[in-house]
């Protein structure tokens, strides 16, 4: 995306967010749509409507001030009016129909945009906020996507035999795999957070200054073999590693692997998108809860970064002191930065993308797993709601950790060095992992 998005960014977002969805749901027959595949997901004819239903407030009535095309369709499709696990039974449009729906209130959203006038973020003009630098059009594009994501999920989530394919990352090269175990992030202040990114969701504003002591990151995500050594030393099975919440969530649960992992002998296999394959031993962990990720940088002596922690080892360039878009710079995600998009199906091997690399050296931060830290999911300093409260506001809190970087997954529209994804700790449906970190002792901060 520009630093000034056009009207023809908006239109290629739109365009690229409705393909994803059409291709992750005309691969099912309507029984698969229909069918609730967890208590945890929607049926995928629910975010099938429910994109299309955002899409018509937010586009056709908000942003183009036009009459309803569907109102009886809000409260149906309301998220926080029904549990997921409760949405099989409503009377949900059925495929076809929802199909249709989409198609219409695409087509006036497009009569939108064509008419829409992209200013600055400059309230002296008069402008609608929603329309200044065509903020609202990306936030309908982002908010599909993000239901792009979710129904990956749902697809690895499903019993059924695979329909997806894409082609593995590329295998690790020599020197990818020789790199040092962490790095030192310098100390010192940053900017967090964006008032310039014109995307930027009201939870990534407004920036703020943050001073962040000196720490150790690991240069890549903690990997399928690092974490094997966890389990093999009987991690899962010693309080010592976990929390008191976390280790009656682990009785509770009856963790002993993360999730989709089956033992097969004295190996591992895992499940993915309806394929039952070994475990890879040098892709990133995927599938483990905040508390497996917490227990395991116990156990190794460690800690999750803060969220503050990890946008610093992400974003500051200290050769210029300015705070950047991405890891490798302000330019768009190419496919030699990061694993994003859907592109695979699965992580890289850790120490993929070498020319993604942030300035403090640390790879991977953006694309192949969604990182817990350590931190809550809270409000910057000078949080405004923005357009609604229902995206950011109503989740703030201790029951939320955050999570930063954008898993293989996740779109680049919806993917920056200040965009902030939070879920409860016991979550492992979602593509999750993380990395660790550790105080400097005495003499090692520079």
């Not at 004819?45 to 001030?65: C, F, K, M, S, Y």
């Not at 090269?173 to 202040?189: K, W, Y």
């Not at 962040?212 to 050594?229: C, K, M």
């Not at 890289?348 to 969604?370: E, K």
Request: overall charge negative; hydrophobic content about 40%.
């Amino acid at each position: 995306m520009n630093a000034h998005p056009t009207p023809g960014d908006a239109a290629t977002a739109l365009a690229s967010s409705r393909q994803r969805t059409l291709a992750l749901t005309d691969c099912l027959d309507e029984a698969e749509l229909l069918a609730q595949h967890s208590p945890l997901m929607s049926p995928l004819v629910w975010d099938l409507a429910h994109v299309g239903n955002q899409e018509e407030i937010w586009l056709v009535r908000e942003a183009g001030r036009r009459p309803a095309l569907r109102p009886d369709l809000d409260q149906l499709y309301d998220a926080f009016r029904h549990a997921r696990a409760d949405r099989t039974a409503l009377p949900l449009l059925p495929p076809d129909a929802a199909r249709g729906y989409l198609r219409q209130v695409r087509e006036q959203a497009l009569e939108v945009l064509d008419a829409a006038v992209f200013g600055q973020d400059d309230p002296s003009t008069g402008q609608d906020p929603l329309l200044a630098g065509g903020f609202v059009f990306g936030m309908v594009a982002q908010h599909e996507q993000q239901h792009a994501e979710t129904m990956l999920a749902t697809h690895q989530l499903r019993s059924g035999p695979a329909v997806l394919a894409a082609p593995p990352p590329p295998p690790a090269r020599p020197d990818e795999t020789a790199l040092p175990r962490e790095v030192l992030v310098p100390g010192g202040p940053f900017t967090m957070g964006t008032d310039t990114d014109p995307w930027a969701l009201d939870n990534e504003r407004p920036a703020h200054v943050v001073d962040v002591a000196p720490f150790w990151l690991d240069t890549v995500p903690v990997s399928n073999a690092d974490y094997r050594e966890f389990i093999a030393d009987d991690g899962y099975a010693d309080p010592r590693w976990w929390t008191p919440q976390g280790w009656a969530h682990r009785q509770r649960a009856g963790l002993e692997a993360p999730l989709f992992w089956q033992r097969d002998g004295r190996d591992w296999l895992r499940r993915r998108f309806g394929r039952t394959e070994p475990v890879p031993p040098l892709e990133p962990v995927l599938h483990v809860c905040w508390y497996e990720a917490d227990a395991y940088a116990r156990w190794a002596g460690r800690r999750l970064p803060t969220e503050a922690e990890w946008e610093k080892a992400a974003r500051h360039d200290p050769a210029t002191g300015r705070s950047r878009r991405h890891p490798w710079g302000d330019g768009a995600p190419a496919p030699e930065h990061a694993n994003l998009g859907q592109r695979h199906l699965q992580p890289a091997p850790v120490g993929s993308y070498p020319a993604g690399a942030a300035p403090s050296g640390a790879r991977q931060l953006t694309g192949d797993v969604w990182e817990w830290t350590a931190s809550d999911f809270l409000p910057y300093p000078g949080f405004t709601v923005f357009p609604y409260q229902e995206y950011s506001d109503v989740f703030f809190g201790p029951e939320y950790k955050v999570l930063r970087g954008g898993a293989f997954g996740v779109d680049p529209v919806a993917c920056r060095g200040t965009f902030r994804n939070w879920d409860h700790p016991i979550r492992r449906q979602i593509f999750s992992g993380f990395r660790t970190a550790r105080d400097t002792a005495p003499g090692e901060a520079r």
